[in-house]
């Protein structure tokens, strides 16, 4: 009785001994670091579960867990194993184990994109449809769908030109994003951001409306890419509109030349009539002009106070400012004419 006793002792023992080692193998394996070179993006199919995850990791190599290993330490000791689907950043010296607290997270990757300020719709659906990331799907009813939730009064019943109404800005999204998703955020935030600049404007602005306020910077954003300039060029045109002088801007001809544009504005077009020729309409043109980012509009809504009627550029992306036309005429003979 006494040696069955030892004996089953011994069992015990060794059983134990046996699951401890088997336990310590099991967390040393699921805490080593993962077999990465570099940030990797990793991807999560939709009806995967968290087996089929590890078995994804052990196919590309990322990890050496065997498969009695992983359906030992799923089962008792891994906690949380609701994978969720997507894409995330695994890096190196990510484990299983942090890797998996990723996955059960759903902390996806958040990739970006950036639509820059001063470049028409049309390119910014050419930059939307050139991202790998984004699933496309921008037509005209997705572009209306864009801004027709809009809360705004001023937007868009009678706006039929969806053309400066998104804020310039980089936005993330995670991947299978719509790109008519990224296009509603955008107006959404410029929504937001008007309706507080708007509020805060200089007093007795030649702008009767947020959407004017969107015209004139758009055409500050076409104008100059010098930042200590916007204000500037804000305040010339404000006295322009104040004047009752044509703004006589060149960008607001090209937009009315349209895709036939060639680079080369020539007399002929600063005469041609469009309503968009502000050498030949007085005012603002009917529609913004471009995509204009927060700058532009604090801008255009805060104008420096100047005596300038006039600018011209230097070549170098700035401009000499003038107020007499005499002075201005000089100075497009010494940097325009020269040229």
């Known amino acids: 009785m006494k040696r069955l006793f030892v004996f089953l ?3 015990l023992v060794l059983t134990a001994v046996g699951a401890g ?7 040393d394996k699921v805490n080593s670091s993962l077999s990465l070179q570099q940030e990797t993006l990793f991807t ?4 995967s579960n968290a087996y089929r995850t590890i078995k994804q990791l ?3 190599e990322y990890t050496n867990v065997t498969p009695l290993v992983g ?3 799923l089962k008792f000791f891994a906690g949380n194993t609701s994978v969720k689907s997507g894409t995330y950043m695994i890096k190196p010296g990510d484990s299983l184990v942090s890797a998996f607290n990723t996955f059960t997270q759903g902390d996806e990757y958040l990739f970006a994109v950036s639509l820059v300020e001063g470049l028409t719709l049309s390119q910014w659906i050419e930059i939307l449809n050139g991202h790998g990331e984004l699933v496309f799907d921008i037509d005209r009813r997705t572009l209306n769908q864009s801004i027709g939730q809009s809360t705004a009064s001023w937007c868009c019943d009678e706006v039929e030109h969806n053309e400066g109404l998104y ?3 980089t936005y993330f999204f995670t991947k299978g994003t719509k790109a008519s998703e990224i296009l509603s955020r955008a107006h959404s935030a410029l929504v937001d951001y008007i309706a507080v600049a708007w509020q805060q404007r200089a007093v007795d602005l030649p702008l009767h409306s947020p959407y004017e ?3 004139l910077a758009s055409i500050i954003e076409k104008e100059t890419a010098v930042p200590e300039e916007r204000d500037l060029i804000a305040g010339v045109f404000v006295n322009r509109l104040n004047s009752n002088m044509r703004l006589q801007t060149d960008p607001t001809v090209i937009y009315g030349i349209g895709p036939s544009f060639d ?3 020539t007399r002929k077009h600063l005469r041609t009539p469009t309503p968009y020729n502000t050498y030949v309409i007085k005012g603002l043109p009917p529609t913004p002009i471009a995509m204009a980012g927060k700058a532009a509009i604090e801008a255009a809504l805060k104008p420096r106070e100047t005596d300038a009627l006039y600018f011209v550029a230097k070549g170098d992306g700035s401009h000499q400012f003038s107020t007499t036309l005499d002075a201005h005429n000089a100075a497009v003979r010494k940097y325009q004419l020269k040229r």
């Open 9 to 11: 002792l011994v069992v």
């Open 21 to 27: 080692a088997g336990v310590l193998y099991i967390s």
């Open 44 to 47: 999560i199919d939709k009806g």
């Open 58 to 60: 052990r196919n590309k």
């Open 71 to 73: 359906k030992l330490w």
């Open 167 to 169: 804020l310039a800005d």
């Open 213 to 215: 306020a969107l015209i």
């Open 263 to 265: 680079g080369n504005i």
